[in-house]
């Protein structure tokens, strides 16, 4: 497990999140790096921008899953610090 994931988990932890929302928190943080082919960290603002774009627009995910993505990057963000 890498460095920001484990600080992402721990964060999620400590916000009292359960353990099924760690990991969709999780997933859906890696599946925006698997789109990009690089680190979270290293994702600009107008890229997120995009990629939320791309996900409701072309792969229609439903609105319970883009609310996962869309929730789950700031979680992973507030790691970082």
């Given amino acids: 497990m890498t460095k920001l994931r484990q600080r992402m988990t721990e964060d999620l932890q400590l916000r009292g999140m359960s353990e099924r929302t760690q990991e969709m928190y999780v997933r859906a943080v890696h599946q925006l790096a698997e789109h990009y082919s690089k680190s979270p960290d ?21 609105r319970a899953t883009s609310t996962i993505a869309l929730c789950g990057y700031p979680s992973f963000s507030m790691s970082r610090r």
Avoid: A, D, G, T
């Fill in 42 to 62: 290293k994702i600009s603002e107008e890229e997120l921008r995009n990629y939320f774009l791309y996900i409701k627009n072309v792969k229609k995910y439903s």
